[in-house]
């Protein structure tokens, strides 16, 4: 089962997610072993920031790690788990809201694909970037 970052690789509608994951040197992390609980923010998710916002993280690496690593939680946690557990820690540090009543949310982000395993952990990719506080 290919690991986390070769499902991304893999697929073309994480191209600015995995360019953000080397830029952040965070690409051993998440190919190494989990397991991993990734929110991940497709390509549309980032076309949604601000002019500029992408560049300007890609030349701050440490902000851009946190504001990825905000992305992942320790563990292989399914939509169900989540949505039990009602927020997660991110490996960032900071909690990460979970609803699931009407849509499956995660901050203020909906999951439009979830449970996607990889080696690794499991992928939910979302609809926004989600920022921490």
Known sequence: MPSIVDIAVNNEGFSTLVAAVQAAGLVETLAGEGDFTVFAPN?????KLPPGTIQTLVQNPPQLARILTYHVAAGRLTK?????????????GSPIPIN???DFEVKNATVLAADIEADNGIIHVIDNVILMG
């Open 43 to 47: 390509d549309d998710a980032f076309a």
């Open 80 to 92: 169900d788990d989540l949505i039990k557990l009602g927020e997660v820690t991110s490996i960032e």
């Open 100 to 102: 699931g009543e009407d």
